[in-house]
T-cell receptor, first 115, second 114 residues
Framework: AQTVTQSQPEMSVQEAETVTLSCTYD???????LFWYKQPPSRQMILVIR??????QNATENRFSVNFQKAAKSFSLKISDSQLGDTAMYFC????????????FGKGTRLSVIA | DAGVIQSPRHEVTEMGQEVTLRCKPI?????LFWYRQTMMRGLELLIY????????DSGMPEDRFSAKMPNASFSTLKIQPSEPRDSAVYFC????????????FGNGTRLTVT
């Protein structure tokens, strides 16, 4: 079975600074997908970024980027130029690349952006 | 598209009562997932369906929990009888079921059992 571990329950960052959220996972699969979801106080789950395991290039979406280390089974999220609206729970998630399979989530990191 | 629609948004009930949570997936999506979110356990998969057929219900905590998907546009999660430890946010999500298709979440139902 796959497991996803987020070792930082809470983090804080000053507005405009950069912060990195950690995520490690365990799997015997060779091909899979990794995701970061954001959950603001509104409770909505928002997809932030996605990485295919067969791609060596790290995914980037505007101020959000990942550091994907396949051998180390590590998938960290970097948020640059943090904004107050980035305050949320962030969940790392894993999905097997066989289609029609569910996401396995980590327990989340609560990020607070401080003005 | 309206997205995944869940109802009710909030539900408060007394222990022992039956609770039914509802979900309307995005039209055309053929995979549907029910998750439960608590502070202690995070997001746990309860059950998921492909083409209205339950594929894996190993996450359903007890026989008190049941889920149905009578057609492609509707699913229910029922708890009977409910207990205080069932208090959580319950999310429904849907996807196209392809390898690359992302999961779309509803806004969740916050259930409080007193």
């Amino acid at each position: 079975a796959q497991t996803v571990t987020q070792s930082q329950p809470e983090m804080s960052v000053q507005e405009a600074e950069t912060v990195t959220l950690s995520c490690t996972y365990d799997t015997s699969e060779s091909n899979y997908y990794l995701f970061w979801y954001k959950q603001p106080p509104s409770r909505q789950m928002i997809l932030v970024i996605r990485q295919e395991a067969y791609k060596q290039q790290n995914a980037t979406e505007n101020r959000f980027s990942v550091n994907f280390q396949k051998a180390a089974k590590s998938f960290s999220l970097k948020i640059s130029d943090s904004q107050l609206g980035d305050t949320a729970m962030y969940f790392c998630a894993f999905m097997k690349a066989s289609g029609n399979t569910p996401l396995v989530f980590g327990k989340g990191t609560r990020l607070s952006v401080i003005a | 598209d309206a997205g995944v629609i869940q109802s009710p948004r909030h539900e408060v009930t007394e222990m022992g009562q039956e609770v039914t949570l509802r979900c309307k997936p995005i039209s055309g999506h053929n995979s549907l997932f029910w998750y439960r979110q608590t502070m202690m356990r995070g997001l746990e998969l309860l059950i998921y369906f492909n083409n209205n057929v339950p594929i894996d219900d190993s996450g359903m905590p007890e026989d008190r929990f049941s889920a149905k998907m009578p057609n492609a546009s509707f699913s229910t999660l029922k708890i009977q009888p409910s207990e205080p430890r069932d208090s959580a946010v319950y999310f429904c999500a849907s996807s196209l079921g392809w390898v690359n298709s992302p999961l779309h979440f509803g806004n969740g139902t916050r259930l409080t059992v007193t």
